[in-house]
C-alpha cells in the first residue's frame, strides 16, 4: 500500500448538483456551477468529486428517476458542459464519481412509454409486467410495489415510487443496454460509479411472497428474500467490474440496500465492486463507544471482505451530522466528528456543505417536496432537509443563485457560509481544510492500522494510528466537560490543535470538544 491511490486515500466529497451553484440562473445548480468552484475544492483538498444524478429527470424522485441515462438535464446543462467539468477536474487532480441508477428508470423513459404500448411491442419485457398483483411485495415509499396503468391493461412492478419503474435485468437486449451506459461516461471520463440499490436489479423469477417479521412501515414489515439479492447479481457485477479494468484506474462503489454483512463480502470479493458503503457509523449515536463499536464491525468485515473500509457521515438521504448531533449554531460537536472521520482508516465521504458545518433546513408541510416525506408526514419529512442550498455567502440565496433557489437556503447563512468561514482560522472549513492536508502529508493517517484505547473517561474517544515508523494519537473529547488523560509513556509531539503548541508531560488536561494530535517523537 506504499502509493496514493485516489479511491482508497483521497477523500470524496459528495455533490448534490441542483443544490450546489446556480449559474444559468433557474434556482437550481447545475454543471457549470460546480466547475467554476472547483478551485474552492481544491482549496479544501478532496480529491474526488461524486455527483448525485443530473440526468433528464421528471423529479418525482429529484434525479434519481431518470428518463435518459446518457444525457444532462437541460436545467443542468449539457454534455458538453460535463465535457468541461471532467477536463478542469482533471486538471487539477479531481476525480469524478458519477451515480448510476440502473435497477429503475423514469417511467417517462423511452424504454418504458414503449413497454406499456401493448405486449407485443419490441419492449414489451423490458419491465415486469403481471395481470395480476402476484405477491405481497412493498414499494420502499409507501403503498404496494404494483401499480395498474390503464394503457396496457397490467400492472408493473415499482421498488420505489410509481414513477420508477423497475427494468426487467433478466432480458439480455436490457442488460447490453445497461452496460453501454457505463461504457458511455466511462468513455466520457467518468473515474468511477456509485452503484444506487445495485443489490435489488434482479428479483425472485418465480416472483414469491416475501415472508413476514415485525416492523413499523409496510416495508419493514418482510424479509426482503425475493425482491432482491439474487444471484444473477453476481455476474453482472462481474461483467461491470471487467469493464472498469478496461481502463486505469477505475472505481465502483456500491450502495448495498439493506446491508448485511454477508451482502457486502458476497458483492465485493475479488473482480465484482472495489467498495461498499457502511451505515452503522453513519447512524451512530453521538457516544465514543457507540462509534468504536460501528469501526470495529466494519474492520473486522472490511478484513474479511479485503476492501479497504470508507467512513460516512451523512448523504442526501440523512439529516446532516450538524443536525443529528449539533446543539443549536455550536461547532463543538461537529469538529468532534469531523476530526473523526478523517483520521479513520478508511475513505473518508463528505457531503457538500459538511465542511461549514451546515444544519437542515426546516420546512411547513406545504414546503415539502420529497415522496417519502409527502407521504408519511409528519413521522417522516422527508430528505429535503439536507439538500438545501449551498451556503457560499451571506448574500440574497446565499451565494448560490440569482433567482429563488428550488429549496429555501438555511437562515442561518448570514452568518455561515464559505466566504465567512475561510476569513476565520477556528471555523469547521478551516478545521477541516487542515485536516485533509494533514491527512495527505502522514500515509499512516490514510492506511497505518487503528488501535482504539479501551479505557477511557466517559465521553473520551482516543485510537492509536500506526504504521511500521510512525504512530499517531488522535484524542477527542465528545463532552463539554474537562477530561484528564494519561498518554503513554513516550514523547509526544503536536501534530494538531486548535489550541495548543506543545504538551508537558504526559497528563494532559482536554478542554470542551477538542480535538487533539499528537505524533510520537
Ligand atoms: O436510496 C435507496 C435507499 O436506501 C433510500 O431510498 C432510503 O430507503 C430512503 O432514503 C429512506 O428515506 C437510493 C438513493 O440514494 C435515493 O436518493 C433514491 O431515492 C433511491 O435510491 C431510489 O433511487
Known amino acids: 500500500m506504499d502509493d496514493f491511490l485516489w479511491w482508497r486515500d483521497g477523500v470524496i466529497y459528495q455533490i448534490y448538483p441542483r443544490s450546489f451553484n446556480d449559474t444559468n440562473g433557474n434556482g437550481l445548480g447545475d454543471l457549470a456551477g460546480i466547475t467554476a468552484r472547483l478551485g474552492y475544492l481544491v482549496e479544501l483538498g478532496v480529491d474526488a468529486l461524486w455527483l448525485s444524478p443530473f440526468y433528464p ?26 465535457d468541461k467539468l471532467v477536463e478542469e477536474s482533471h486538471k487539477k487532480g479531481i476525480r469524478i464519481i458519477l451515480d448510476l441508477v440502473l435497477n429503475h428508470v423514469s417511467d417517462q423513459h423511452a424504454w418504458f412509454q414503449e413497454s406499456r404500448v401493448d405486449d407485443t ?13 402476484p405477491n405481497n ?40 443496454a445497461q452496460m453501454d451506459v ?37 416495508f419493514e414489515r418482510q424479509h426482503h428474500i425475493y425482491d432482491g439479492d439474487q444471484p444473477e447479481m453476481e455476474s ?80 442526501h438521504d440523512t439529516p446532516r451530522p450538524a443536525t443529528r448531533y ?21 475513505t473518508p465521504f463528505l457531503y457538500y456543505g459538511e465542511e461549514i458545518g451546515m444544519r437542515d433546513i426546516s420546512l411547513k408541510r406545504s414546503e415539502i417536496m420529497d415522496p417519502p416525506g409527502i407521504k408519511y408526514w409528519p413521522f417522516n419529512k422527508g430528505r429535503d432537509g439536507c439538500r438545501s442550498p449551498m451556503q457560499w455567502d451571506d448574500s440574497m440565496n446565499a451565494g448560490f443563485s440569482k433567482t429563488k433557489p428550488w ?27 487542515k485536516l485533509i492536508a494533514l491527512r495527505k502529508e502522514y500515509k499512516t493517517l490514510r492506511q497505518g492500522d487503528i488501535i482504539p484505547f479501551t479505557e477511557m473517561p466517559k465521553d473520551m474517544m482516543a485510537y492509536l494510528r500506526k504504521s511500521d515508523d510512525e504512530e499517531i494519537l488522535v484524542l477527542l473529547n465528545f463532552s463539554k466537560k474537562k477530561k484528564k488523560i494519561t498518554l503513554p509513556k513516550m514523547s509526544w509531539e503536536v501534530l494538531f ?11 494532559i488536561m482536554l478542554s470542551t470538544h477538542e480535538v487533539l494530535l499528537l505524533k510520537k517523537k
Open 121 to 133: 411491442n419490441p419492449k414489451h419485457d423490458w419491465f415486469l409486467w403481471q395481470d395480476q398483483i
Open 137 to 176: 411485495w412493498e414499494s420502499v415509499f409507501g403503498g404496494k410495489a404494483w401499480t395498474y396503468d390503464k394503457k396496457r391493461g397490467q400492472y408493473y412492478y415499482h421498488m420505489f415510487v410509481k414513477e420508477q419503474p423497475d427494468v426487467n435485468w433478466r432480458k439480455a437486449e436490457v442488460r447490453k
Open 182 to 218: 457505463v461504457r458511455f461516461w466511462l468513455e466520457r471520463g467518468a473515474d468511477g460509479f456509485r452503484l444506487d440499490v445495485f443489490n435489488v436489479y434482479f428479483k425472485d423469477d418465480q416472483l414469491r411472497n416475501n415472508p413476514k417479521k415485525f416492523g413499523r412501515r409496510a
Open 497 to 507: 490543535s486548535e489550541t495548543r503548541n506543545d504538551i508537558s508531560g504526559n497528563t
Open 57 to 82: 429527470t421528471p423529479d418525482a424522485d429529484f434525479g434519481y428517476d431518470i428518463s435518459n441515462h446518457v444525457d444532462v438535464d437541460p436545467r443542468f446543462g449539457t454534455l458538453d458542459d460535463f
Open 407 to 433: 429549496l429555501p437556503v438555511h437562515p442561518n447563512h448570514k452568518k455561515r457560509n464559505v466566504k465567512n468561514q475561510q476569513k476565520d482560522e477556528n471555523s469547521v472549513f478551516n478545521f477541516t481544510r
Open 326 to 346: 449539533g446543539k443549536g449554531e455550536d461547532d463543538g460537536r461537529i469538529k468532534i466528528v469531523m476530526a473523526m472521520l478523517l483520521t479513520m482508516r478508511g
Open 236 to 315: 453482472v457485477l462481474e461483467e461491470m467490474r471487467a469493464m472498469l479494468d478496461e481502463y486505469p484506474e477505475r472505481y465502483a462503489v456500491g450502495e448495498t440496500f439493506f446491508a448485511t454483512r454477508e451482502k457486502i463480502k458476497r458483492y465485493n470479493r475479488a473482480g465484482r465492486l472495489h467498495a461498499a458503503f457502511d451505515f452503522e457509523y453513519l447512524w451512530s449515536k453521538y457516544k465514543p463507544e457507540k462509534f468504536l463499536k460501528a469501526i470495529e464491525n466494519w474492520e473486522s468485515l472490511a478484513e474479511e471482505a479485503n476492501i479497504f473500509p470508507n467512513y460516512v457521515l451523512s448523504n
